[in-house]
Each structure stands twice: as C-alpha cells, then as structure tokens.
C-alpha cells in the first residue's frame, strides 16, 4: 500500500529512492547493510589514497595534492581550534577531522557519483549517510568521545557539572546526554535522506533541468552538515572539557 | 493493513512537516533579516556574518527535519503496520 519505493517512467533511471530495502549481508548471526558498507569503504579508500597522493614526496614549498592536503589540514584545525580553544585542540583533531572528511566525503559520494548504474540484488548504493545506522554510530561515537575527554581530565570531578548550577538540573542535565547524540544523528540523517527524496521526486515530476539546482543544493548542504557534525562534537568536548 | 491506519499515518506525515516548519520558518526569517542589517551597517564584517548565520540557519532546519524523520518512520517504517 506505501510507496517502497517511488517509480515513474524510465527518466527515472539516474535517480530511484528506495527506502527500507537493503542488501542484507549475513556476517556471523548478524544482518549487515550491504550497500551502506560497499559505499563506506569506497569513501575511505578515496580519502586513503587521497592523504597518500598528499604527503608522497614531500617538500618544504607545497605544490599540487600536497598543497590541497595542506589547506584541508588547515580548514578542519581551525574547526577544531575555534571550538576547544587554543590549549586542548591539538589533540583533538584527528577525531574532529575524520569525522568532517568521512561525512563530507559520505554525502558527495552519495550525491556525485551515478551509482544506480551498478545494480544490486536489492536496496541501491547511496550515501552511506542516508541510512539511521551509520550516523546514530557516528553520534554515539561523540558521545563516547566527549566521555572521555572530561573523565580523563577531571577524573570522578566530572559528575559535578550534573548538579551544577543548581542540583534541581539534574534530570535536565542527564536527559540531554540522550538528546545531543539523537539530535546529531537524526539531523544528518535527516538532511542527507530530505535531499535524496525530493531529487526523486522532481525527477519523477521534471526529468529534465528543472532538478539540477535542487542537486546543487543537495551537494551545498551535504557539505553544511559535515562542517555543522564536526563543529558540534567539538563543541560537546570542549564542553565537557571546560 | 488496516485502511483507517494508513489514512491516519498519511495525514499525520502530512501535518507533522507542516506544522514543524511553521517555527523555524520564523526563526529563520528573523535571523536572516537581522543578518541583513548587521551587513548593511558593517559591510566590512560580511564574511563572518555570512559563516554564522549558515550555520545557525543549518540548526533551525534541523527542528523541520525532525519532523521529516517523524513522517518518514510512519510512512516508511509503520510501527502499528503489524
């Protein structure tokens, strides 16, 4: 009775949302989504080989990948310096850089690369972001993090900002520990899965032009999203830092 | 599946983006025009303007898309289509 998935006329071969049906793995007991993993490897090994074309043969004057890397290195430092401030951020910023270069590389390969023209038994490649999976483990990847960043600075001293500035925020302040990762993960899902369905469906409208600046749109806010994850699990450490 | 079920789940995917973009539509109309001042009276503070108010308006679309989560999970993943 629900549209599975929406299907119009042969238009549609560049671009079919399907929601709910994956390429179930089955690895030791466990149903995995097939087509989240082939796309996440795909992405990780893009940004592998990327960081090696960047610091092969290094030198002192950057030119080309090295001078690309250099200014990506750059950016993601000054995501995380912004928010920890200048005493903590030097640590963190392989945790923040990797979760803004995978996002950020999650929603472009979603939004890029024509993967429908790889066929699958069932369920389609597509950002790998799109599915409430990979980022409810991105979310609670951060919360884990930030965990551990005010634990391993305060020790037990920690619990104390639970009470603080009155003891009657306790409920408050434990109940947000469950929403910072909810809202993070539901908000990138959300995001990346809104723009999937609204290309289908003006495509399934309009074949033709008509939604090419919704796809502009799509790759802007994809890139929004990294920047808005990363920056607020900065912020979240910082907070349990401060 | 029951019909009464599906209508109601269509009319409440229907009503939860609907009234979840009411609010942030506000909220970033008036962010936005506040952006605009501040521009038009310091033209030279327009790129920092500029970053803060695309990530500040990326929040308040956030609230919207938590009702689209809401629509998707009853149209897509009913927990009453038993």
């Known amino acids: ?242 | 599946m029951d019909s009464i079920i599906s209508a109601a789940s269509v009319i409440a995917a229907g009503l939860s983006i609907g009234l979840a973009a009411i609010g942030p539509g506000i909220g970033q109309g008036n962010a936005a025009g506040q952006a605009v001042e501040g521009i038009a009276r310091q033209p030279e503070a327009e790129n920092k303007i500029r970053g803060t108010l695309l990530l500040s308006l990326a929040f308040m679309e956030a609230l919207t898309i938590y009702g689209l989560v809401v629509a998707l999970a009853l149209l897509f993943a009913n927990p009453f289509n038993s």
């Not at chain 1, 306790?170 to 899902?189: A, G, M, V, Y």
Request: charge should be negative.
């Open chain 1, 1 to 242: 009775m629900y549209p599975d998935n929406f299907y119009s006329s042969t238009f549609t071969l560049l671009a079919e949302a399907e929601v709910g049906k994956h390429f179930y793995w089955n690895i030791a007991g466990f149903l995995v989504h097939g087509q989240v993993l082939l796309v996440i490897w795909f992405v990780a090994a893009v940004l592998f080989i990327l960081s090696i074309l960047g610091t092969r043969d290094t030198n002192r004057i950057p030119k080309g990948w090295q001078n690309f890397m250099e200014s990506t290195i750059e950016f993601i430092t000054d995501i995380a310096k912004n928010q920890l401030g200048e005493s903590f951020y030097k640590e963190w910023i392989p945790y923040i850089g990797t979760l803004f270069l995978f996002i950020f590389g999650c929603n472009w390969a979603g939004a890029i690369i024509p993967w429908k023209l790889i066929e699958l038994p069932e369920g389609e490649l597509a950002a790998p972001t799109n599915d409430i999976n990979t980022t409810v483990a991105l979310a609670l990847m951060t919360s884990f993090s930030y965990f551990y960043a005010g634990l391993s600075k305060k020790g037990l001293g920690y619990f104390k900002r639970y009470v603080s500035p009155i003891p009657l925020l306790l409920p408050i302040n434990i109940l947000e520990d469950f929403t910072k990762p909810l809202s993070l993960s539901f908000r990138l899902f959300g995001n990346v899965l809104a723009d999937e369905l609204t290309i289908t469906v003006l495509t399934g409208l309009v074949p033709l032009v008509i939604p090419l600046p919704i796809m502009l749109l799509g790759l802007f806010a994809g890139s929004v999203q990294a920047l808005i994850f990363s920056t607020l699990a900065a912020a979240y450490i910082a907070e349990a830092l401060e």
